[in-house]
C-alpha cells in the first residue's frame, strides 16, 4: 500500500432504501490512494448496492460522497467515469449484441472517427493480454457468445484500459465468482501489480482466502452498516467470519467414501462429451453427488446442457432415467425470471403441484416457496416481491429452491456458487447431501476445487473431453490441476 494515506473517497452516511428495506444503514468509509480494500459481508449485507451507489449506478437517498475531497452533488455514472472510478459489477454489464471491441468504446468516447474498431480492439487486446495471457478473446467476438468466464475477462480488463480520462479506483465486485482458478490467480496477481502502481480497488469477495492474502485493508458490512475495519494482516478467518456475524466453521465438509459397489446403484446418466472419440463416458448413479472439474470452458456446461435437453428427447450420446432441474450459474442469462416475483421463480418448476383444477394456486405457489425460502435462507421480507429486489447471492438461493422443490430425480448445477457467502454454501452444502442420501443424483460442475470434496466421483475436463476420473478417495487439488493442463491421464 502507498506510504501517504490520501482518500480517492469519502462516503459519509450513506443510505439506500427499496421500499420498506433499508439496504445501506448510514454508511462511512474512505477509500486510500494505492490500496486495495477488501470488502466483505454475508449476502444481503449492502455491499453491491454500496458500490452501485459509489458507481453511480444507484443514488443514496442520503449522505453525501466526495471524490478527491470534493464533494459530488448530482453523482452519477458519467461523472464517476470522468473522475477515474469504474466497476466490475457481479451482474456483468456488457452490452451482449455486441462486440468486445465495441463494448470497450463504450467506456472510451474519445476512440472515435476511422478505424475506431481497431483502436478499440487493440486497446482491450492489450489489456487482456496483460491480466490473462493465453485468454483465447477476440475484440470481434459478440460478447453473448463467450462463456461467462470469458465475459468476466473482457469486464475486467476494460475497467482497467486507460486513454484520456484518468483511472483512480477500480471497484471489483465477486471478480473471480466465474473463473477458474488458474484465471483467477492470473486476475489477483495483476491487481497488486495494478495497487503497487498507485491505483486503488475495492475488492469484494465471498472467499475468505481471497481477501486476506490480497487486502491491505478490510471492511467488514452486516445488515447494512460497517460493523469492522483494520488493516488486513489484523484480521484471520475466525475474525472475520465473527464479524460477519456467522460462527466459525469449515467451509467444507467432505463427504465420506461410499463403501458400496459403484455399479450396483441404478444408474441414473451415462453421457458422453461431444468431442470423446473413445468410449469414457460419464456416469451418474442413483444418490451420487458428481463433480465436473477443470479449466472454465472445456466442455463442462456443454455436458451439463446435453444432460438436460436428453431429459425431454432422446440422443445417442446421452441417457437419462429421471426428470432433470438445472441451477445455472449464469442467473441473469439463464435463471431468474426478471420480471416476476420470488414465489413465481420458485414455483416454475412444480407447476404441477401447483395446480387447482385448471389454474395455478397463488396459495400453494406461495406456501411451497415460503417452505424453501426458510430452508435455503432467502433474505427478504416479502416473497411476493419481485426477484430483482434480493442481493445476487439470494437470487442464486432462490434457483437452489426452484431446483430442490421440484420433483426432478437429477439436479444439474452448473457452478452455482457465484456470489454465494460462506454460511449459505455450508447450508446448501449440507442440503446436496441430505439429497443425495433420500436419492437424489447431482451433476455439479465448480470452478472452486474446495467444493469438489463433497463429491463421490469426479471428472476432469480439458478441450471438451474427460482426461480424469477420480473417485472420491483419489481426489487432491494437485491431480485435478495436474489434469485440467493435460490431454489424458
Known sequence: MAEACTPIVNLDGVERHFGAVRALDGVTMSINAGECVGLVGHN??????LMGVLAGTGTADRGTIAVNETPQPGYSVARAQALGIRCVFQELSLCPNLTVAENTRIYHP??????WRRRAGALIREKLDEIFPGHGIDPADIVQNLAIGKRQMVEVARAFTKTDAPLQLVILDEPTSSLDAHTSSQLLSFMRHAVASGISCIFISHLLGEILDNSDRIIVMRDGKVVATDLANRFDRGKLVTAM????AEVVASVSARSVDRDSLELRVRARPLRQADARAL????????????LAAHGQTDLLLAVFDAASRKTDRVQVTEPVALVAGDRQSDGVFAQWSISENIGIRSLSKLRKG??????LESELAASWGKKIGIRTPDMNSNILSLSGGNQQKALFARALASDAGIVLMDDPMRGVDIGTKLEVYELIRQEAQNGRTFLWYTTETDELKNCDHVYVFHNGTIVADLRHDELTEERVIQASFAENT
Open 44 to 49: 444481503g449485507a449492502g455491499k453491491s448496492t
Open 110 to 115: 474519445s476512440i472515435r472517427g476511422f478505424g
Open 245 to 248: 456475524g456467522g460462527i466459525e
Open 283 to 294: 456416469t451418474a448413479r442413483k444418490g451420487e453427488i458428481i463433480g465436473l472439474a477443470g
Open 358 to 363: 385448471w389454474l395455478i394456486s397463488a396459495a
